[in-house]
């Protein structure tokens, strides 16, 4: 009786193991998948207002281009 229910419980706690990498697995694919687009849009954004002439661009490589991102909607 004892193996029975240690088998078992074995076997719930593989269950329950796989269930949780299949879920964590779904959770990263959609971190990678609003990540993705977070830089698509940001690079759209960009291309628009250099399009439009409203950003500044550097003059040289050693002079970097500044830009301020505003993330809203962040459970924390």
């Known amino acids: 009786m004892l193996w029975s229910s240690f088998g078992e419980c074995c076997l719930t706690l593989q ?3 796989c269930c949780c990498c299949i879920v964590l697995i779904d959770i990263y694919r959609q971190f990678q998948h609003d990540l993705y687009r977070l ?3 940001a690079a ?3 291309t ?3 399009q439009k002439g409203l950003c500044p661009v550097s003059a040289s490589a050693a002079e970097p281009v500044k830009l301020h991102v505003e993330v809203s ?3 924390t």
């Open 39 to 41: 830089r698509l849009e």
């Open 48 to 50: 628009g207002v250099l």
């Open 73 to 75: 909607n962040v459970i």
């Open 15 to 17: 269950l329950f193991v």
């Open 44 to 46: 759209r954004g960009y």
